[in-house]
């Protein structure tokens, strides 16, 4: 029989990329859990799939190693660990010992060498062993006993994996990682040298450092791009080329004082776990450490709080009886609230079919009622209709006060559900005076995820149901209606169970700060109905247009692939980052701007266009290319595919609560990012067009935000500005060139543009520099007219800057706030990016609840009205209406009152109204 491998975990890894990956988790006492939890998920993992194996959890110790007085610079590159990551380690380790895994921590030393003694120890002894990491100059190591699993992507690498993974054998990784360096841990390499290069190098000389040092003469003579200057390229830097290979060479003499015979797993301390687990408020591991706890015969004192929550008992029904149904009914109209869910065939709610649905009235108690589950044996269920007519008249009483988890969906849903297949008569819920999801957002928008499972986790200390865990992964995945009610049922019933408690827990929050619990009630709130109706609505596409631009796309697209072909002198794969990174680089020898985290050069984007701005033609190809590929990809081609096929319309999802700042997004389809700076992309707007008889309006806010920052700066400058309809680019020009209005160029209003804008942005003198033209020096001088003219504007971000830093968050003209962690970062580049959040993210967020508080002002004008008009679309600070043309002229002076109105600041907000038979023209 095999003797079980040695499991070796590079705890230091996998901690930084638990707290990196995965979604932020924070106990009710604003703990930080997230990282904890991930390690502690994978450690669990391993431990069934190697139970009889000795285990050393490795962690990098406190301190300087060897390596920082190698190299001062040595992992210099790396930002210091954030606070919220720092404050898990200490219950990470707790953690890991009281589950009874071995943990080491070596001074001196780094994680990588304890784990290259012990495995190097081990493989000599005959022992096979496992070592569990992500990091990749642990390939150094393997060899015929040891092997590399990544536990979080599941992949796993012997000696032919590194082989066909690096292109090297693993014992030319240091010598691979010595050319090519690597940017995470600051080893500088040899510049230039990426990972192609330098496995054709080694593989080219047979050897490594040394043999390709003795052999630089046949360098030149290699299969590889841009060989003839390699030589001197590797001679100018041998120095640096062999300090890297110490400095990437994993120690595997490292004096320590256990052996393997010290790395038996140890018995849980199931004390310690109920303490740990309790302070982390992991519930469900909690409850399964008191679990195995007995069946151990131990005895575990349970903590106060932790012990009532355990015993718990949940009373889900599945109602498949009249009798059962009535109950429920009596109990639903006589609730003072009511947490509800629906269940469906899929998440498109225009085109989704209703399952059924589930309520809850008090905590702990739900009620599942199926309506259309058909798979083979499925028991009796209530007639779909009749139970939708005896729910419509409470679902539709705007008095009776409902609860969703976004409840947005569940409208639309219940909206499309055609009672007695008659498509008009569905259910216009009313009522809806909370949704968890945005009770969430609106108390922090950056805190965690907003989804039930994620927020049940952080304010209930609860494990929900998962889909998956009911329905199954991938290609052989179940849809709703094709799950057994037996498991539907409980599944559903805590949907709507959790959605009451965590609005019983949130609603307490958000009423101990009064500005919040408005801005959920007077702008959030009355929006979801609003969106439902736009969602709902759709907007006409004339999808033959689309298909016409989509060969015009795919033939300019030809061409410029034609002329990055002739400029790289061969043909490549456009798309293929290391196929362009050759190209780029090696062949034409293009500065690198920038490198990846694998330590490859970059061709991201911003790179790109840093390249073109700087006059490389090929680059400048590739932007075009890409900009073409993008628009072809995402609009031309995707649109007509997203037409839905029983109304013939587009329907965009908006989303509330994504954008930290308050500001909608969309999605199936974007429509926010579709360029209209392009001819291209403004022709994809020519597309969504008014049906016969009718006209697209489009009204837009003009410069909103630079008016809100008049009105908080109280700037006398701007304030004279915008209330006198002067045009504020020539204003500030005028200003800050000294020259008089009428004297203004085009040329000084477009840099007075880049001025304005570009100071609510936080923009530095070199990047307004760059912008409009002039050196740093001349940009400074500019800023610093500009702060000269406008005091206020100064004084506002000084202000901004002083309160966040004090505070912690910032706020809206309305009391949202957005919370800034980083605000006292000790790090200056994080402390930076906050303090420009911080003084944008008023500006921003008004615009965005000003927008949100006029579509609820022009939806009640409409709906009041009777006017045959309807809002299709939002777009950042427009709306656009489909209106019937005979009505277009007082539609046009009625939405520019009510939009103007909104609020009341003390500058003018001014609304643009466009009109044509298309959003382009209408724009």
């Not at 962690?59 to 040595?74: I, N, P, S």
């Not at 500065?591 to 694998?598: C, D, F, G, H, M």
Request: negative net charge.
């Amino acid at each position: 029989m095999s003797q079980a491998p040695l499991v070796l975990v590079d705890g230091s890894s996998y901690l930084y990329r638990a707290f990196h990956a995965l979604p932020p988790l924070t106990t009710s006492k604003g703990l930080p859990t997230g990282a904890v939890k991930g390690v502690l998920n994978m450690l669990k993992s391993l431990r069934k799939q190697y139970p009889d194996s000795p285990f050393a959890v490795v962690f990098d110790a406190k301190g300087g190693t060897f390596r920082d007085e190698m190299f001062a610079e040595y992992k210099a590159n790396r930002p210091s660990m954030p606070d919220d990551m720092r404050v898990q380690i200490e219950p990470l380790h707790q953690s890991v010992i009281a589950l009874g895994f071995p943990l080491l921590c070596v001074e001196g030393v780094e994680a990588d060498d304890v784990i290259g003694t012990l495995a190097r120890s081990s493989a000599a002894a005959d022992r096979p062993v496992v070592i569990s990491t992500g990091d990749k100059d642990m390939a150094q190591l393997v060899d015929g006993h040891i092997t590399l699993v990544n536990t979080m992507t599941g992949s796993a690498l012997d000696v032919e994996g590194v082989k066909e993974k690096f292109g090297v054998a693993p014992e030319q990784i240091i010598d691979y990682l010595a050319l090519m360096g690597d940017s995470s841990d600051n080893i500088p390499g040899v510049p230039g040298i990426g990972p192609k290069t330098a496995s054709g190098l080694l593989v080219g000389v047979n050897g490594g450092l040394t043999e390709l040092y003795a052999q630089l003469d046949i360098v030149p003579t290699l299969p590889i791009r841009g060989a003839k200057t390699l030589p001197a390229k590797l001679e100018e830097h041998k120095e640096m080329a062999f300090l890297s290979y110490q400095l990437a060479t994993i120690k595997i003499d490292v004096p320590l004082d256990i052996g393997l015979d010290d790395l038996q797993m140890g018995r849980p301390d199931h004390d310690k776990l109920a303490e740990l687990y309790t302070l982390l408020e992991f519930k469900s591991w909690f409850e399964e450490n008191q679990r195995d706890a007995k069946r151990s015969g131990q005895e575990v004192t349970v903590p106060v709080a932790e012990e009532a929550a355990v015993e718990t008992e949940l009373k889900y029904t599945t109602i498949l009886t009249q009798a059962d149904f009535d109950l429920w009914l009596k109990k639903l109209n006589d609730a003072k609230l009511i947490a509800f869910d629906t269940e469906t065939t899929g998440i498109d709610a225009q085109q989704a079919q209703l399952v059924g649905l589930s309520f809850a009235v008090q905590a702990n108690e739900a009620a599942y009622i199926p309506l259309t589950h058909s798979y083979m044996g499925v028991p009796d269920q209530l007639d779909r209709d009749t139970v939708l007519r005896a729910l419509k008249p409470i679902l539709e009483d705007p008095n009776k006060l409902k609860v969703g988890q976004h409840a947005k969906f569940d409208m639309n849903i219940l909206a499309n559900c055609a009672i007695g297949g008659d498509q008009n008569c569905g259910i216009t819920v009313q009522g809806i005076a909370f949704d968890t999801m945005l009770e969430s957002y609106v108390l922090d928008s950056t805190a965690t995820r907003h989804d039930m499972d994620s927020l049940a986790l952080k304010y209930l200390n609860h494990t929900t149901t998962s889909f998956q865990d009911i329905a199954g992964k991938g290609a052989k995945q179940l849809t709703f209606d094709q799950i057994s009610v037996e498991l539907a049922g409980p599944y559903a019933a805590e949907d709507a169970d959790v959605t009451l408690r965590l609005h019983q827990t949130l609603q307490e929050k958000l009423n101990a700060i009064p500005s919040l619990s408005k801005v959920l009630s007077e702008i959030e709130m009355p929006l979801v109905p609003v969106l439902a109706r736009i969602e709902r609505q759709g907007a006409l596409v004339d999808a033959n247009l689309l298909g016409i631009q989509s060969v015009e796309l795919g033939d300019k697209m030809v061409a410029l692939e034609r002329e990055a072909f002739a400029i790289a002198g061969e043909e490549f794969n456009l798309g293929s980052p290391k196929q362009l990174g050759v190209i780029l680089y090696e062949k034409l020898g293009l500065p690198i701007l920038s490198k990846t985290a694998k330590g490859q050069a970059s061709t991201a984007e911003a790179v790109l266009a840093e390249l073109a701005e700087q006059d490389y033609p090929l680059p400048k190809v590739l932007m075009q290319y890409r900009s073409m590929s993008k628009l072809k990809s995402t609009y031309t081609d995707r649109l007509p595919e997203q037409i839905n096929p029983r109304t013939g319309r587009i329907h965009t999802s908006y989303h509330q609560a994504v954008a930290a700042t308050g500001r909608l997004s969309s999605s199936d389809p974007n429509l926010q990012n579709i360029p209209i700076r392009t001819a291209e992309g403004r022709r994809i707007r020519q597309a969504f067009v008014a049906p016969k008889g009718y006209k697209l309006l489009a009204a837009d806010y003009s410069q909103i935000e630079l008016r809100i920052m008049a009105h908080l700066a109280k700037d006398e400058g701007l304030l004279h500005a915008f209330r006198n309809d002067l045009d504020v680019h020539k204003a500030t020009a005028a200003e800050v060139f000294g020259v008089e209005l009428a004297d203004v160029t085009t040329d000084q209003r477009r840099s007075a543009k880049a001025i304005n804008f570009g100071l609510i942005y936080g923009m530095s003198a070199f990047g307004l520099a760059k912008q409009i033209g002039v050196d740093r020096k001349q940009s400074q001088a500019y800023i610093d007219r500009y702060f000269a003219r406008y005091p206020g504007v100064l004084a506002y971000m000084e202000r901004t800057r002083t309160q966040a830093a004090e505070q912690g968050f910032v706020e809206t003209i309305f009391g949202r706030r957005l919370y800034l962690p980083e605000i006292n970062a000790k790090n200056p580049a994080l402390r930076k990016g906050a303090e420009r959040t911080a003084i944008n993210a008023p500006m921003q967020g008004t615009a965005a609840d000003i927008i949100k508080k006029a579509m609820v002002a022009v939806d009640n004008w409409l709906t009041s009205s009777g006017l045959d008009a309807k809002v299709i679309l939002q777009v950042h600070d427009e709306l656009v209406l489909e209106v019937r043309e005979d009505l277009v002229d007082q539609v046009r002076d009625e939405i520019r009152v009510h939009m103007s109105d909104a609020v009341k600041l003390d500058v003018p907000l001014l609304v643009e109204v466009g009109v044509g038979n298309n959003w382009d023209e209408a724009h």
